[in-house]
C-alpha cells in the first residue's frame, strides 16, 4: 500500500505546475524520519534523479545470492531503480541458474554476459554508462552487501548535494560511498588504520561527527555521477593509449595506486587527483556503514593461510546500519547533511586539506607532466579529459 507525501506549493496559482507527490511504501514510513531534513527545493526534486544498479559478478554464486538478497530487502521509498547483472564470461552454472531465477520488484532487471574474458577493469567501468545528467550509476561488485537503508543514504545526498542550493559548489564531487573505511590503502608504507573523527578532533573540527569528503573513490558500494564517469571514459581513452605517457607512469606522486596494474580503481585516483574531484562519504558511530566488503577470493583477493586471511578480512568488514539498530541516517551534525561547504575535505592520503589545495595541486601536476592544452575547457557542463590535452574531439 502506498501513502501519499503532497508537497505544498509556491502559490496558490502554481498548485497544479508545482505539486510534488511523493508515493511511500507504507512499510517504509518508519524509515523515512531522513526527508525531513530535505529542504523543499530539494524534495521537490524527488523524481529527478534515477539511480541504476549495476551489478558485477563471476563465479561467486553464494556472494551473488547474498548482494542480491540485500537488495532485495532494502528500501526504495516509491522509486523504482533497474538493476543491471554483468557477468563475465567464465561464470560458472550456479551462478547463471541464480541470475535467470532471480526477480526484481521495484524495477526492470538486464543481464549482459561477456563472451570474452576481460577482467575485473573493463568489468566495472563497462558496468554502467550515463544517459544524461540526471542519471546515476550504482556499482557492486558480488562481494559486497547493502544496509536496507542504503537508497535512503544516497537519495538524501543527491538531492542535497545535486539538487539543492549548493548544487553549483559542489561539481567537483564525483559520488557518494556507502562504505565508511577504516584503513587508508593509498599511502606508499602500506595499509594504515584511519579514523576521521580522530583526525577531525586534532584538527579542531568541532562536530567530528560530519561527514567528510575524500579524493578516494569507493570501489565497495558506491554511486557515480554521470559527467565525472564521462570525464573518467575519456581520461581512460587517452591513458590506456599510451599516447602521452607509458602505461607504467607515475602520475600521483607516492601513492601506493601507482602499484595496482589491473585495477580500474587505479586510474579513478589518477583522474581524482588530477582534477581535484572528491566524494562523500559517511561517517557514524562505529564505523557503522550503508554497505560492507566481505573480501571474498577472487580477482584482487587471493587465496592465502586462513589466519592471515581472517586478519585482513576484518580491516574491511564493517557493520551495517539495520532497520531497527541504534545507528540512524538522521545521525548527523543538527540532524541533516551539512552545507556542502562545511564538509571537511581530505586528501589521497587521509590528511585534512581544502577543495582550493586539491584542485591547485592537480592543476600543477598537470603542468609538471605536460597535460594541458585548453584550460577553459574544465568548465564544460560535461567534463571531457581530453579537452586537457591536445587530443582532436570526434564526436
Known sequence: MLTEYHLPPESPLEANARATVIRLPRRDLPHCDWMASLE????????????????????????????????????????????????????????LELVDHWSWEHGSV?????VIHAGLLPAVVESWYPHSNHSYGLILEDDVEVSPLFYGWLKMNLLRYRY??????????????????????????????????????SNDITDYTTPYL??????????????????????????LSEAFFGID?????????NRWSKSWKKYFIELAYLRGYVMVYPNYD????????????????????????????????VPLMGLEGTTRLVDLPHGALPAFDDLPVLD?????????TLI????????????????????????????????PRTE
Not at 110 to 114: A, D, L, S
Not at 171 to 200: C, D, H, W
Not at 214 to 224: E, F
Not at 362 to 388: A, T, Y
Open 214 to 239: 575524500s579524493q578516494i573513490p569507493c570501489s565497495w558500494g558506491a554511486v557515480y555521477f554521470p559527467e565525472h564517469w564521462h570525464d573518467f571514459h575519456s581520461y581512460l581513452n587517452v591513458r
Open 286 to 317: 562505529n564505523f557503522v556503514s550503508l554497505s560492507t566488503n566481505h573480501l571474498e577470493i577472487g580477482s584482487h583477493v587471493k587465496d592465502a593461510p586462513r589466519e592471515s586471511y581472517v586478519q585482513k578480512r576484518e580491516m574491511f568488514r
Open 40 to 95: 523543499i527545493q530539494e524534495l521537490r526534486s524527488w523524481h529527478v534523479p534515477r539511480v541504476e544498479i549495476s551489478v558485477i559478478t563471476n563465479d561467486r554464486p553464494n556472494s551473488l545470492r547474498r548482494l542480491l538478497q540485500s537488495l532485495s530487502s532494502s528500501r526504495y521509498f516509491g522509486d523504482r531503480p533497474n538493476v543491471r547483472i554483468n557477468i563475465e564470461q567464465d561464470a560458472d552454472y550456479d551462478t
Open 110 to 114: 538486464f543481464v549482459t554476459r561477456r
Open 249 to 257: 607512469a607515475v602520475v600521483v606522486p607516492d601513492a601506493r595506486s
Open 164 to 201: 539543492g542550493e549548493n548544487q553549483n559548489r559542489s561539481a567537483q564531487m564525483f559520488g557518494i560511498s556507502l562504505y565508511q573505511p577504516k584503513v587508508i590503502e593509498t599511502r606508499q608504507e602500506g595499509r594504515a588504520f584511519f579514523n576521521p573523527r580522530t583526525v577531525f578532533a
Open 348 to 356: 589521497l592520503f587521509g590528511q585534512l586539506s581544502s577543495l582550493e
Open 360 to 391: 591547485l595541486l592537480g592543476k600543477m601536476r598537470r603542468s609538471e607532466m605536460v597535460l594541458s592544452c585548453e584550460p577553459s575547457s574544465e568548465n564544460r557542463i560535461r567534463p571531457d579529459f581530453r579537452g586537457l590535452l591536445c587530443v
